[in-house]
C-alpha cells in the first residue's frame, strides 16, 4: 500500500511509531504496508480514529 507509506512518511513517523499511534503491533503494520496482508475493519477503524485526514477509501479500491 503505496498511499500509506507516502502518509506515514508525510507524517515523518517510522513503522514502529505509526503502528504504535494505531494501538497495534509493528508486524502487523509493515504486512498491511507492503500488502502482505489485508486490513480488518478494527484496523481500518482505529486508522481513522487516529488519523480522520487518511482516505480510508484505498481499502476499498
Given at each position: 500500500m503505496e498511499k500509506?507509506?507516502?502518509?506515514r512518511i508525510s507524517l515523518k513517523y517510522t513503522v514502529e511509531k505509526m503502528a504504535k499511534e494505531i494501538g497495534i503491533?509493528?508486524?502487523?503494520?509493515?504486512k498491511i504496508e507492503t500488502g502482505n496482508r489485508e486490513p480488518s475493519r478494527n484496523f481500518i477503524k482505529k486508522l481513522k480514529s487516529r488519523?480522520?485526514?487518511?482516505?480510508?477509501n484505498i481499502f476499498f479500491v
Open positions: 500509506m507509506k507516502e502518509f503491533s509493528k508486524s502487523y503494520y509493515e488519523f480522520p485526514q487518511f482516505d480510508s
